[in-house]
């Protein structure tokens, strides 16, 4: 299995950007699909998740300006980046949850990352 970022680059504070990421390979079902990221210096965190029926979940500091969605007929996660500001800056990776065959184990896959920077 395998997630590939796209997206990702160097705007300005105020704009926006739209993530995605496809997962291929043996994929037979997804259940949860994240967006992590990671800024220099700091811990990775958890900004946004989104199970397989379209439940979402956000870190407070993005609540309101992101957006996560999904495709599954594409196995395809979306991240929707509006109002971005500096402190946004970071790697973004895509993680899912995915099982290889029917009744088979869930194992969590990430993608490599993608940069995105907010200039001020």
């Known amino acids: 299995v395998q997630l590939v970022e796209s997206g990702g680059g160097l705007v300005q504070a105020g704009g926006s950007l739209r993530l995605s990421c496809a997962a291929s390979?043996?994929?037979?079902?997804?259940?949860?699909m994240y967006w992590h990221r990671q800024a220099p210096g700091k811990r990775r965190e958890l900004a946004a998740t989104?199970?397989?029926?379209?439940?979402?979940k956000y870190v407070d500091s993005v609540k309101g300006r992101f957006t996560i969605s999904r495709d599954n007929a594409k196995n395809t996660v979306y991240l929707q980046m509006n109002s971005l500001k500096p402190d946004d800056t970071a790697v973004y990776y895509c993680?899912?949850?995915?099982?290889?065959?029917?009744?088979?184990?869930?194992?969590?896959?990430w993608g490599q990352g993608t940069q995105v920077t907010v200039s001020s």
């Open positions: 993680a899912a949850d995915v099982s290889s065959a029917r009744r088979g184990s869930f194992y969590n896959y």
């Open positions: 989104i199970s397989s029926g379209g439940n979402t």
């Open positions: 390979g043996s994929v037979f079902s997804i259940n949860d």
